[in-house]
């Protein structure tokens, strides 16, 4: 019942991961330019991109969204979406984000249900430890390749 509960878990969480939202070897020079690349490249989801763009540097005013180790995660500051959903962009060189670099980033828009971003960024944030799971992911060409080295590493571990 455990092993089953912690598989459906694992499962709705890499189910969150948008195909259209992963961007892989993305050439940007900055973290302004990524949350503007971020926000356009979701805006179909939500509203037009300037509204989203918006909320991300309204939320990177009040918290930067660099966890270090070459990670960020953008989010929405209030629901936009039925369920929440992330994106992964890989960037083809680390940009400064604050005061540590970002290489990867997670976007996420957040959904109505009233766990869901903790949700999210619990397993973000046991997934992000794992510095091996970070350069693997660094390499990843597919979101399957990403969501699969992200499943293994929960499986194995969590």
């Not at 089953?4 to 259209?20: G, P, T, W």
């Not at 690349?37 to 989203?52: F, M, N, Q, R, W």
């Not at 996420?108 to 794992?130: A, C, P, W």
């Amino acid at each position: 019942q455990f092993i089953k509960k912690r598989d459906l878990r694992i499962q709705r969480f890499l189910d969150s991961f948008v195909e259209q939202w992963f961007v892989p070897d993305l050439s940007l020079s900055s973290k302004e330019a990524v949350l503007r690349y971020a926000g356009e490249l979701v805006s179909s989801a939500v509203t037009d991109a300037e509204d989203i763009y918006h909320m991300f540097t309204h939320r990177e005013s009040i918290s930067s969204g660099a966890l270090g180790d070459n990670i960020a995660v953008i989010s929405s500051t209030y629901p936009v979406l039925e369920e929440t959903k992330v994106g992964l962009l890989i960037l083809k060189k680390p940009v400064r984000w604050s005061d540590e670099i970002a290489q990867i980033v997670f976007v996420v828009l957040t959904g109505r249900e009233q766990d869901s971003l903790l949700f999210i960024m619990d397993h973000l944030r046991y997934l992000l430890k794992n510095v091996n799971l970070i350069c693997k992911l660094l390499g990843a060409k597919s979101l399957s390749e990403a969501k699969q080295l992200m499943g293994d590493c929960l499986h194995d571990t969590k």
